[in-house]
């Protein structure tokens, strides 16, 4: 693998990485993020790595949730090797002055009577007291957009900084939308780190399109 540097690449999100048409700095989803939220947003996204749908890393962000030790073991490595390696550079995108005090991990938006397993994974290699995000069900689908009445921060973050995690981007809906709900709440900064940017090999604006290189960005690795 290789671990690139922060940096804007022409055809590549400045905010999830992924495709977008040269003339435009954001994708489609990231923009309409950003048309509803603003600064609300997340301070940084951090994705760690391409997830190439049918590749083994997609397919162990995949089977991880159904028990996989392999693959819980191959992303908890992952994670942890990015934080300890890579994390101060996630501080400072984030425009942090010190580490994060707190932890908070994406949940389902469907509900989970059990621990979701990423905040299993979570709790196993980060050592942050952990804020606890309670979701219901929202009274309209809120598809991939940003959307607030289905979470509530339980605990006291103002003025804190916090990590989120998430495992998969694909639209960045969820992830974006702790982000604004943390900040609602008093959060000062909010840095998104993810294990998978989930890019669709048929794109052809894909990263991982024929004659096309993974660029050289913010610790976004490759296969």
Request: glycine share 10%; hydrophobic share 40%.
């Amino acid at each position: 693998m290789r671990v690139g540097r922060v940096g804007r690449v022409a055809g590549v999100c400045r905010v999830c990485r992924g495709p977008v048409a040269a003339s435009f700095s954001r994708c489609y989803q990231c923009e309409r993020h950003w048309q509803a939220a603003g600064d609300w947003l997340a301070d940084a996204v951090m994705p760690i790595a391409y997830a190439v749908k049918g590749g083994q890393f997609a397919t162990d962000l995949w089977r991880y949730k159904a028990g996989d030790h392999v693959a819980v073991e191959r992303l908890r490595a992952v994670l942890r090797d990015f934080l300890r390696d890579h994390g101060s550079c996630a501080w400072r995108a984030a425009g942090m002055t010190a580490p994060p005090g707190h932890v908070a991990v994406v949940p389902s938006g469907q509900g989970r009577a059990q621990p979701h397993p990423l905040a299993l994974l979570v709790a196993s290699c980060v050592k942050l007291p952990a804020v606890r995000l309670v979701t219901r069900t929202p009274d309209v689908p809120r598809g991939r957009e940003i959307g607030l009445g289905w979470l509530r921060v339980d605990g006291a973050v103002a003025n804190e900084s916090v990590l989120v995690i998430d495992d998969t981007w694909v639209s960045g809906g969820s992830a974006q939308s702790v982000a604004v709900t943390l900040k609602l709440a008093g959060a000062a900064r909010v840095v998104v780190v993810v294990l998978g940017r989930h890019v669709d090999p048929q794109d052809p604006q894909g990263p991982h399109a024929p004659g096309r290189q993974p660029p050289d960005h913010q610790c976004v690795q490759r296969n």
